[in-house]
């Protein structure tokens, strides 16, 4: 699980995660700790959520601009996930 604090993020961002459900700044702070993209599944076994929590997380992030995906050309597609800035 992610070792980040809402704390160590920059002021300007950690204005905007505050302001969302916890389980979306639990996914934020995993997808800033990590280096490279992540998929819902490896995102679910690190943070330890639901893979429809982190779904629903992933989208609450994508709205805010705090992270985007890009597809992953595997069989099947999947998105992969990284925090923008």
């Known amino acids: 699980m992610s070792s ?3 704390s ?3 002021p300007e961002i950690r ?4 302001d969302l459900p ?18 819902v599944r490896q995102l679910s ?4 959520l639901p893979q429809r929590s982190v ?6 992030l994508d709205t805010a601009g705090l992270a985007e995906s890009t597809p992953r050309h595997d069989d ?10």
Not at 55 to 60: D, F, I, K, S, Y
Not at 76 to 85: A, C, G, H, L, N
């Open 8 to 10: 160590d993020l920059p």
């Open 76 to 85: 099947p597609p999947t998105p992969e996930w990284r925090v923008t800035e």
């Open 45 to 48: 076994r690190e943070t330890s």
């Open 22 to 39: 916890r389980t979306a700044a639990l996914v934020y702070l995993e997808l800033r700790a990590t280096t490279g993209a992540r998929t």
């Open 15 to 18: 204005e905007r995660v505050v």
């Open 55 to 60: 779904r629903r997380a992933l989208r609450r």
């Open 4 to 6: 980040g604090v809402l």
